[in-house]
């Protein structure tokens, strides 16, 4: 018979070896590079920047006025080649301009370069917009030699349409956080209104006050009676006038009111200039002053100063916050980069 420390030993020879515990091997992931290149290629103009992915800091800009329109418009009267190449190369040849170490660093480019007249069209992603932007659509797209290209894509709601505001207000979430919903004031040429409500961008609307202005100020009747000026505390009270008289409505009625101020009371051009513009600045800014919550306004001056001055004169302060165009340029960057961190991560 066996001895049951011979059997003991048999059985420890012949039986296979207990599995030795490993921790998973983690799957390789794409790591966020030191720096990026943001490019910001609007309607009328262009600008690079290099940009240190985890400060934000600038250390290289690069700008011209070859904004999209003119860009489009030399590929249209050239009739021929590839929409895509045909921008491509310039940027290739303003990447160029950077210094060799940034050169060929990843460009993250929003605004209306993803759009119809620009180099590669994206459709229009849906809202809700999150504080990481998860629902923007971006797309990956080779340059010359080693270089690459992220491309993002604009927002739509379902009556209106931005290219561009929307990385800015991306890049703006984390400041509007700590004082709860509102509306985020952008005005520009195509002004836009950002519902924001429990940390997400719901809605938006679009006013077309800076085109207007621009339309009725040189080329309208009204042309006549007012004159480009700088705001200053001398204009004040004639742009107050004119954002006060807007709260009633009727604004086709009110905008004869600046040549009636000129013919009939003898105004003087630089401050119906102010109120033409306080006319249309309050206009847009009616429903904004009678809803709830916070309103929020990010611009640069000269505009910042008469939105502000404006929502000072409807609201108050309690309810307003103001970003100037530092914040502004931060929030585009900051946009920009929680995009490029979820697209590598």
């Known amino acids: 018979m066996r001895s049951p420390d011979r059997e003991r030993k048999m059985r420890s020879q012949t039986a296979p070896p207990k599995p030795r515990k490993f921790p998973p091997k983690p799957h390789p992931m794409p790591t966020a590079p ?53 921008f491509a190369q310039y940027l290739t040849e303003q990447l160029d301009h950077l210094p060799a170490d940034y050169q060929d660093a990843l460009v ?16 229009y992603a849906e809202l809700p917009l ?81 085109e207007l202005f621009e339309l009725l100020a040189s080329t309208s009747i009204l042309a006549g009676s007012v004159a480009v000026a700088p705001f200053n505390p001398s204009v004040e009270a004639a742009f107050h006038a004119g954002v006060d008289r807007a709260q009633s409505g009727s604004l086709g009625r009110h905008l004869f009111t600046v040549r009636v101020r000129q013919v009939l009371e003898d105004r003087d051009p630089a401050d119906n200039y102010f109120y033409l513009s306080g006319l ?49 340029e931060s929030a585009l960057l900051s946009g920009q980069t929680k995009l490029l961190l979820q697209h590598v991560g």
């Not at 904004?67 to 590929?75: E, K, L, Y």
Request: aromatic share 8%; net charge neutral; charged share 20%.
């Open 34 to 86: 030191q720096y990026f290149i943001s490019c910001d290629w609007g309607t009328t103009n262009f600008r690079l920047r290099t940009v240190e992915t985890t400060t934000g800091r600038v250390t290289h800009q690069q700008a011209t006025t070859e904004g999209i329109r003119r860009t489009n418009q030399r590929f249209l009267a050239a009739g021929v080649g590839d929409r895509f190449a045909f």
């Open 108 to 123: 993250v480019a929003s605004g209306m370069s993803s759009s119809n007249i620009g180099m590669y069209e994206l459709p």
């Open 130 to 210: 999150d504080a990481d932007g998860t629902r923007l659509i971006h797309q990956r797209l080779k340059l010359q030699g080693d270089r690459s290209l992220l491309l993002i894509s604009g927002l739509r709601s379902t009556d209106s349409i931005m290219r561009g505001e929307e990385v800015q207000a991306l890049g703006l979430m984390d400041r509007l956080q700590p004082f709860g919903d509102g509306t985020l004031i952008l005005p520009g040429t195509h002004s836009k209104h950002l519902r924001y409500e429990n940390g997400l961008f719901t809605s938006f609307s679009t006013y077309m006050t800076g």
């Open 280 to 328: 249309l600045i309050g206009e847009e800014l009616r429903e904004a002053a009678a809803g709830h919550g916070m309103v929020y306004l990010a611009a640069p001056d000269p505009v910042y100063s008469l939105y502000r001055t404006a929502l000072m004169r409807l609201l108050s302060p309690d309810r307003v916050r103001c970003f100037d165009g530092a914040a502004l």
